[in-house]
């Protein structure tokens, strides 16, 4: 979607609007801390929707207006920034570098170009490649964002050699960006920020293992509906020959495997196997991957360095703590649970199937209109949770429902962060109508995962 300055003018006096409104108008059951919680938060929402000002600066000017205009005894500083009080903060940011890191080593590309060359025949294995690949890259690179334009520069490499037109090229690009928001769901470490956040909002603690079990098969699955769709929707040209001896040739050209790229294998193999035994030793993903940071910084391994902190993307480390007051500080002031009672039905199903299909309606109802999934899960997650709850789920099992039901839908490409940043002819080349066209379909997908969810669960015994 593309946001004229008139759209952007609109946007921004109506969010001030709407401010005003809410802020000095009669809600019952809200005190004033409440009522100015939802005023702050609705303008930010309406300003990140109608993209006012960038992203950063409004989540900059909500963190400001929490700080100045709420009770500090309520909501003081601890609440309000609580997230940068916590392990999940720098996993966000470790990811970035470590992202840095497998790309400027080399080896990401290494290692894609070699599965591409070896396994990759028709243009449908190409679409297929793409999330694989992005599953296989979620092991090193914990954030979807950067490893999809190392994919995508691969995938360069595979456009020039098989010839492709824009259109079928675009499909590939679609295919990478698209696939990241299945793929992200696999792995606790798939998406660094909404994955730990989830977690947060159930106010549990799980571990990696724990993520894979619960929402490692959830996961595959809603990949497989997802690509099995697009591969339907979009189908694949008549001819396409992919030379592979200029994808070998490429990955030739890379030379033998650095210095750099050994201590990258070590250090990451050893951050896995970390992640994956964190039920043993007790600490958090981000720690380790800093410790990683760290490690990979060093004189003797030097794969990072100074320069590197400029990978780490600030306007998204602000976002995520502001979406994320949202919940804390909307709990502090009454206004999640006062939205709870005003947008969920007021006989609450025991049936888990008729619970997680009514849950998944009113996520997707609050995504296509307020747009950022963080947003959207701050707001309706905990109230999600709390009738979850009373329905006789474990609060993880309902913060899932809600998660899965946003992470997972989309029809513009502002429904969706990993859709966007790939937005348009300077990154995945896919359009606004390629978004809808495969974003209708995948809200029939997101209704499938979320029963399937319940089916897998039970299966478990996780309910």
Same mark, same amino acid.
């Given at each position: ?15 001030? =609007?709407?401010?005003?409104? =809410? ?29 006012? $000002? ?10 400001? @207006?929490?700080?100045?205009?709420? !009770? ?6 601890? #609440?309000?920034?609580? +997230? ?11 990811? %970035? ?23 990759? #025949? ?14 296989? $890259? ?15 520069? =691969?995938?360069? /490499? ?39 956040? &989830? ?26 509906? &997802? ?18 001896? /200029?994808?070998? #040739?490429? *990955? !030739? ?24 035994? !964190? ?11 800093? $410790? ?12 990072? !360095?100074?320069?590197? %902190? ?9 976002? +995520? ?47 296509? =209109?307020?747009? @950022?999934?963080?947003?959207?899960? @701050? ?10 709850? +009373? ?7 309902? *913060? ?8 997972? /839908? ?9 859709? $966007? ?16 066209? @495969?974003?209708?379909?995948? &809200? ?7 029963? %399937? ?11």
């Amino acid at each position: 979607m593309k946001y004229c300055g008139k759209t952007k003018f609109l946007g921004f006096f109506l969010g001030i =609007v709407f401010c005003i409104i =809410v802020w000095r108008g009669p809600f019952s059951g809200l005190d004033s801390d409440g009522r100015r919680c939802l005023a702050l938060s609705l303008t930010a929402i309406i300003w990140w929707t109608a993209r006012a $000002l960038s992203t950063g600066y409004v989540s900059l000017a909500l963190l400001l @207006s929490y700080s100045l205009f709420l !009770d500090p005894q309520r909501v003081g500083p601890s #609440r309000v920034f609580e +997230l940068w009080t916590t392990p999940i903060i720098y996993l966000v940011i470790s990811g %970035f570098l470590i992202a840095e890191a497998v790309q400027s080593s080399g080896l990401g590309k290494r290692l894609a170009l070699r599965i591409v060359g070896q396994y990759v #025949r028709t243009y449908k294995g190409v679409i297929i490649s793409c999330y694989l690949l992005g599953f296989a $890259l979620s092991f090193m690179i914990p954030h979807p964002w950067p490893r999809s334009f190392l994919l995508m520069s =691969v995938m360069t /490499h595979v456009v020039k050699s098989a010839n492709l037109s824009e259109r079928w090229s675009a499909n590939i690009g679609l295919a990478i960006f698209a696939g990241s928001v299945p793929t992200s769901m696999i792995l606790l470490t798939g998406d660094s920020s909404l994955n730990s956040m &989830t977690i947060g909002f159930a106010g549990a603690d799980i571990s990696w293992l724990k993520w894979v079990l619960y929402m490692g098969v959830p996961g595959a699955f809603a990949c497989v509906l &997802t690509c099995l769709t697009q591969l339907r929707l979009f189908g694949a040209p008549e001819d396409f020959t992919l030379n592979k001896e /200029h994808t070998t #040739r490429q *990955a !030739d050209n890379i030379g033998k495997m650095t210095r750099k790229e050994i201590f990258c294998i070590i250090l990451l193999g050893a951050t896995i196997f970390a992640w994956m035994t !964190d039920s043993i030793h007790h600490i958090h993903p981000g720690w380790i991957a800093l $410790l990683t940071v760290v490690l990979l910084s060093a004189p003797f391994v030097g794969v990072l !360095d100074g320069k590197s %902190f400029s990978s780490v993307n600030l306007e998204t480390l602000f976002f +995520l703590c502001a979406a994320m007051a949202i919940g804390t500080v909307g709990r502090a002031t009454g206004m999640n649970a006062w939205i709870a009672e005003m947008m969920t039905p007021r006989t609450i199903p025991s049936n888990p199937y008729v619970f997680a299909l009514i849950a998944c309606l009113i996520c997707m109802l609050v995504h296509m =209109v307020l747009g @950022s999934i963080l947003a959207v899960l @701050s707001v309706i997650a905990p109230a999600i949770v709390a009738l979850g709850t +009373l329905s006789g789920l474990p609060p993880i099992a309902a *913060a899932l429902i809600a998660y899965t039901a946003v992470a997972l /839908h989309w029809i513009l490409p502002f429904h969706s962060m990993n859709l $966007l940043v790939g937005y348009g002819p300077e990154a995945g080349g896919y359009t606004e109508k390629d978004t809808i066209k @495969s974003g209708i379909p995948q &809200t029939f997908v997101t209704i499938a995962v979320c029963l %399937f969810e319940i089916a897998w669960w039970k299966f478990i015994k996780l309910i």
